[in-house]
């Protein structure tokens, strides 16, 4: 369609364009989500054969899909790099859009880790690129960049040599439940099918040309084939000459010159304009259009929809915790499908857990206060991105051994005979819901580990026989070994039965004999949930500090971390830490037999107050709670190697002249 002559008229916003769903602000887009208008743009969009498919596996699966930027939210905000797109294809000074549903596509969790990382791109067709390079050679203008305007578009993937061990299968045009429902496809992927998609070639060849900014990245993604060679080659020279223009000064009629949003400074924007079909020319925006800006928030209505993050998270599994996971696990793949592509450490009890859950675990599982610690290897275990998404969506959990179950089952009132298991491995069920209805599972018969994110290649391509298939509600899955710790696999399992309706779903979607073990954890999980411990339980444990709101996270401790958490009278305290208020309750009780006495009374009690009796109950205290760490309570490897610098630096300040060179050792030795 370029050469063709475009009429303003052309370009008015339509009613449909003009409506608050679908407007372009004036400044980048600043939200933390796709807006529900954008995913909406995208569910919907003209020539979007994949419908609500996932572009590369071809699977649709509301409960857990992503929703990629071809141009990234990040780069949408860099707005020097803006105004060079602007600049080069033509486009109104302050209209491009990083939300603009052609720059989105719905992805697995799986592969947009790995197009993020830059492992794959897309190729469009030779005849889309001849069109722009044709107006480079001819030294074309920017208000002559092609107009390339139609419903979908086709492309190629191609991927790096560091998808050697990644697989993709594919979903084909038959029933999900078919022994042919999936086409498994490996490194170089040759003969995966052309890729039609409603995303813009513009975006597509920015994308790739990102990937393709340096000779020995071309050099890696060449594959022999003279056609997909010399269009890597193009891209390459398109994208160079997008972000590099010649300095030739923007003419255009308008004399709209919009305010820039600088992420850094805080300022705000005054206006916001239509999205004009694309891709949108050198025209005046209507001064008599006037829409209110983009939505900033996504809510999406019992489906767990994902993008690309401006940061990635920063609250991550301490570096030790996961070393130990590796270890016990004794490989680096994941525990579901066995393959070592786009890991990540899945806790079971999780993370963000809070007090009361703790304090409740604590006690019905016989342990000392303030002594569980969520980032214990037996908590944690290995899978791809994608079962970890589903996992944490509630769609499967792990079942012990039916007589594990019974053990906790029996004890489940009573915490001094909490159940004491054998060391790991322990063994497990694969339990789904209907939400893993259209979501196979391809395990890998043997896997070798991760392969390292150096970039090397010289790993063996994983082989299409590699798998075996197993489709919902997988009758034939193997029995699962692990090394995480029954009391927390129940915990999960209890977490997500908790409620009748996904109960219900998950004993639907498996074999009979379910429902009495469901009832079972179920009734496990709501005794432990349950507050049952008595008032001086607390205070019979491990004394316990308030942590503060930025807990290093890259730090394993031997003790929870709860955030913003209160503590009551009953907590011990460090003498010398602090005058506690003086106590209301009266010292003599009335009818009670007996009456605390508060610290101001001990104080006046105490005709000895001076600086070195004060030291000396401070290190008595010390050597007391040295000595009644529980050692079976906690994994003992996971103690801070610096514990005698933080308990240093505690004390700094407090001690007296004559005991400033005492080191913390020592005194507890």
């Known amino acids: 369609m370029s050469g063709e002559a475009y009429d303003e008229a052309d370009f008015q916003p339509s009613p449909e364009t003009a409506s608050a769903a679908d407007t372009t602000p004036s400044n980048r887009n600043y939200a933390d989500h796709v807006p529900d208008d954008a995913l909406k743009r995208v569910n919907e969009a003209p020539g979007n054969i994949t419908r609500l498919r996932r572009l590369i596996d071809n699977i649709e699966c509301r409960h857990v899909v992503d929703y990629a930027h071809v141009l990234s939210r990040a780069d949408g905000k860099k707005n020097e790099l803006m105004f060079n797109l602007e600049r080069s294809w033509g486009i109104q000074p302050g209209t491009l859009n990083s939300n603009s549903h052609r720059n989105i596509f719905r992805l697995s969790a799986k592969f947009h880790r790995l197009f993020d990382e830059g492992k794959w791109l897309l190729l469009p067709e030779m005849k889309i690129l001849d069109e722009y390079n044709q107006h480079y050679k001819s030294q074309g203008l920017p208000i002559d960049f092609p107009a390339v305007m139609h419903d979908s578009y086709k492309y190629t993937l191609v991927a790096h040599p560091d998808m050697k061990q990644v697989a993709i299968h594919r979903r084909t045009e038959v029933m999900i439940n078919s022994p042919s429902a999936f086409k498994t496809f490996v490194y170089p992927y040759e003969d995966f099918p052309t890729i039609i998609s409603h995303v813009h070639p513009r975006f597509v060849i920015f994308n790739s040309g990102q990937k393709l900014d340096k000779l020995l990245k071309i050099k890696a993604f060449l594959k022999g084939n003279a056609d997909v060679d010399k269009r890597l080659k193009d891209v390459a020279k398109i994208y160079d000459n997008w972000i590099k223009p010649d300095g030739t000064p923007l003419k255009s009629k308008s004399t709209f010159a919009p305010r820039r949003v600088q992420p850094d400074r805080g300022k705000t924007s005054i206006s916001s304009y239509a999205e004009l079909p694309e891709p949108p020319l050198l025209i005046p925006v209507p001064r008599n259009v006037c829409t209110p800006p983009r939505s900033v928030t996504s809510d999406t209505a019992g489906e767990v929809t994902h993008d690309t993050p401006e940061k990635r998270e920063q609250r991550q599994t301490p570096d030790k915790a996961k070393e130990k996971v590796v270890a016990a696990a004794g490989a680096e793949v994941c525990l579901i499908d066995n393959t070592n592509n786009v890991l990540e450490y899945a806790h079971l009890l999780p993370r963000k857990s809070d007090f009361a859950t703790l304090t409740n675990l604590e006690y019905s599982w016989n342990m000392k206060f303030g002594t569980l610690n969520v980032n214990t290897h037996q908590n944690i275990f290995l899978l791809t991105k994608n079962l970890h998404r589903l996992f944490d969506a509630n769609s499967w959990f792990l079942l012990p051994e039916e007589s594990i179950v019974d053990q906790y089952y029996a004890t489940r009132d009573d915490p001094k005979n909490f159940p004491v298991m054998a060391p790991p491995p322990y063994k497990y069920t694969l339990v789904v819901n209907s939400k893993m209805g259209a979501i196979p599972i391809h395990r890998q018969k043997s896997c070798k580990g991760k392969v390292k994110e150096t970039g090397t290649t010289d790993v063996d391509v994983v082989p299409a026989n590699a798998f075996e298939k197993h489709i919902f509600p997988f009758p034939g899955f193997p029995t699962i070994t692990s090394h995480v710790h029954p009391h927390f696999v129940l915990f999960n399992a209890g977490s997500k039965v908790a409620d009748a309706a996904p109960a219900i779903d998950y004993i639907d979607s498996n074999a009979p004999g379910l429902e009495s073990i469901v009832e079972k954890i ?136 004559y005991v400033a060179s005492i080191s913390i050792s020592e005194l507890s030795s």
């Not at 006495?597 to 050597?623: F, M």
């Open 522 to 657: 179920d009734e496990i999980y709501t005794t432990w949930m349950t507050r049952r411990a008595p008032k001086e339980f607390d205070a019979a444990g491990l004394p316990y500090t308030p942590a503060n709101d930025d807990y290093p996270d890259d730090r394993t401790t031997s003790r929870r971390a709860p955030r913003s958490v209160k503590r009551t009278r009953g907590t011990t305290q460090l003498p010398g830490d602090g005058s506690p208020q003086p106590s209301k309750k009266p010292k003599s009780g009335g009818g009670q037999d007996c009456a605390w006495l508060d610290d101001a009374t001990l104080a006046e009690l105490d005709h000895d107050q001076s600086p070195k009796k004060a030291w000396a109950k401070k290190v008595a205290w010390i050597q007391a709670w040295v000595g009644r760490v529980p050692v079976d309570a906690m994994d003992v490897d996971e103690v801070p190697r610096d514990i005698d610098h933080d308990l240093a630096g505690k004390l700094a300040g407090q001690a007296p002249d």
